[in-house]
């Protein structure tokens, strides 16, 4: 399992660099401007210097509306950057056909300008409370679009988790899904170290996170500490032990 870390400046990216051996992927957004909050080009190039090179960068382009035309420049922009990873959140989008259309966008703007970039199509686990597409159709949208991977995260940060809203048996067919389709599989939305083992045995791919990195557990307010990075790394490896351990054990 891959951990991805979100910081929101330059200054955390300097901080997420201290833990650069405990991290996999440096996710850059924006939280004051949603979950999946766009930061700045010149704030993405920032942060892609401030890390180590052999450290993928990833942006989220936003909780996009369905406006195909926009969001394949902003996707772009982001590629054009540094970024290596490009993150859409599917906000505006209420059909599958409406996601397929907008991740085709980005998929052919991205990949015409960068072959090897990676595309994820992420949705929403309280997709309900916003009116967009299904946490479940996501596969199959990054499928049809060409993305390489399918991502859910939590829309309204208001305290309520990953979990609360699509529990972990939802979440393993999530997975199952992706993997069937050839794509990994991202979960996201306030996930905490106690939710670890749920995600290792599910079969997760990505994990990403920010508040249970930043001082206090508050994603806004509190700020990232590279020891919280290095105390999270260390439970995900024992997780992933204990796991494979069982799954020996079983077979």
């Not at 201290?18 to 766009?38: N, Q, T």
């Not at 195909?68 to 490009?86: M, N």
């Not at 791919?205 to 290095?230: S, T």
Request: proline letters at 6%; a negative charge.
């Amino acid at each position: 399992m891959l951990l991805l870390i979100s910081p929101d400046s330059v200054e955390e990216a300097v901080e997420c660099a201290k833990a650069a051996e405990h991290l996999d992927i440096v996710d850059v957004k924006r939280p004051e401007e949603g979950s999946l909050g766009a930061n700045f080009p010149w704030v993405i190039k920032a942060i892609r210097d401030a890390v180590p090179a052999v450290k993928p960068v990833s942006a989220t382009v936003g909780d996009v509306p369905y406006k195909p035309g926009t969001v394949a420049q902003a996707a772009l922009g982001a590629a054009v950057s540094g970024a290596t990873y490009i993150k859409v959140g599917l906000y505006g989008c209420t059909t599958p056909e409406q996601a397929v259309e907008v991740m085709r966008g980005v998929v052919r703007a991205v990949k015409e300008y960068r072959p090897d970039a990676f595309v994820v199509a992420s949705g929403y686990a309280d997709a309900h409370r916003i009116g967009c597409v299904n946490p479940l159709s996501l596969p199959d949208i990054a499928l049809r679009s060409g993305s390489d991977a399918a991502m859910l995260d939590t829309a309204i940060k208001d305290g309520t988790r990953l979990f609360d809203h699509v529990p972990p048996e939802v979440c393993a067919e999530f997975v199952r899904r992706a993997h069937e389709a050839g794509l990994l599989a991202a979960l996201a939305g306030s996930v905490k170290v106690g939710d670890l083992g749920a995600l290792t045995r599910i079969g997760t791919d990505i994990v990403g996170v920010r508040g249970a990195v930043c001082e206090g557990g508050d994603r806004n307010a509190g700020r990232i500490e590279p020891q919280l990075i290095a105390a999270f790394r260390a439970e995900m490896d024992r997780h992933a032990r204990e796991h494979a351990a069982a799954t020996i054990a079983a077979g």
